[in-house]
């Protein structure tokens, strides 16, 4: 039997690391640490690398990240862009070269305001993926944390709370990944099977959801296996992009309804599935939502209810943008 170590206590590492993990950044040194942190405490008996890539911050991630290199240049990677991307959707090629530039067979995705609670993630996942070639990737249960969450730490919200269906323990297919609109998992549960990630399709460029778009070309190649044990935190603040204004402005949406014609145009097998009906659903929910921000709050409280429970409740959840609350 191999030993086990965690990745902190190595001196050194094989020339060629087995999982190499995918780390984003872009403005959250405050973060930073905790992300970088949960990974160094993971305990495998394989090689491993850390790639980060840093999106031009200005509020000191980069030099944080040259520091957690000068301790640890044999395990941390960095890609520091001196310019953001502006012609380009936010974030993408950040993303693009971070992965295209990891050596492992095996990819875990993890972004710079998010971390992961089980020291043994990486070890379970890859020994699910050693064991069954013909998976595309292998993901988990998340926690999601709310920057103003008050509750109790023993009443933890669970990111399946927030999607149309749960999963049990298992391995699914394409069929069951899209039989809602929502993704039934988050990306820092995500350890991917390189060989089947890359190359990018050739629209991958143009999609908006570039998570959606990665798991979508994964699991047309080859099924993914779920677990219910949750392993990683899902962190939502004011800083994530998701929780921008922008995020919800009428050029984003109609970017999204771009990509859900790209998703049906190279996965025929979407039409036969319920996405359809969820792209319905996703539609009432940003009519709502625009408009709850007009003022017309019975119009839109009704729209979102036509959306379905779900789609209501994580309207009522989340925090109002552009001064339109409608959290009690």
Request: charged share 30%.
């Amino acid at each position: 039997m191999k030993n086990r170590s965690p990745l902190r206590s190595r001196e050194q590492t094989e020339s060629t690391p087995l999982l190499s993990v995918s780390m984003l950044s872009y403005n959250q040194r405050e973060y930073l640490s905790r992300a970088i942190e949960s990974v160094l405490d993971q305990v495998t008996d394989f090689p491993c690398e850390i790639v980060i890539g840093d999106d031009c911050s200005d509020d000191g991630s980069q030099e944080l990240l040259r520091e957690y290199q000068g301790k640890y240049p044999h395990l941390i990677r960095l890609h520091l862009h001196p310019e953001r991307f502006a012609d380009k959707i936010p974030g993408r090629s950040n993303n693009m070269i971070n992965l295209t530039s990891c050596r492992g067979k095996y990819i875990a995705m993890l972004d710079g305001d998010d971390y992961w609670t089980d020291p043994d993630k990486l070890q379970k996942q890859v020994a699910i993926m050693e064991g069954r070639p013909d998976l595309s990737l292998s993901c988990h249960e998340s926690v999601v944390e709310m920057e103003d969450d008050l509750r109790e730490e023993s009443t933890p919200t669970y990111f399946s709370e927030f999607t149309p269906r749960t999963l049990e323990e298992g391995t699914y297919n394409m069929h069951d990944l899209t039989r809602h609109w929502y993704l039934p998992f988050h990306v820092s549960s995500l350890v991917m099977r390189k060989e089947m990630l890359l190359p990018f399709p050739e629209w991958f460029e143009e999609v908006l959801a570039a998570d959606k778009a990665i798991i979508y070309h994964l699991v047309s190649q080859g099924d993914f296996h779920y677990s219910t044990r949750p392993a990683s935190v899902r962190y939502v603040g004011e800083e994530n992009f998701t929780s921008q204004p922008i995020y919800s402005s009428e050029e984003y949406q109609a970017h999204k309804k771009y990509d859900e014609q790209l998703f049906l145009e190279h996965y025929p097998d979407l039409w036969t599935s319920d996405y359809a009906d969820g792209l319905k659903e996703r539609t009432l929910f940003y009519e709502g939502k625009s408009l709850l921000k007009r003022g017309k709050y019975l119009a839109g409280a009704a729209r979102l209810a036509s959306a379905g429970p779900v789609f209501y409740l994580r309207a009522l959840y989340r925090r109002g943008r552009d001064g339109v609350s409608v959290k009690k």
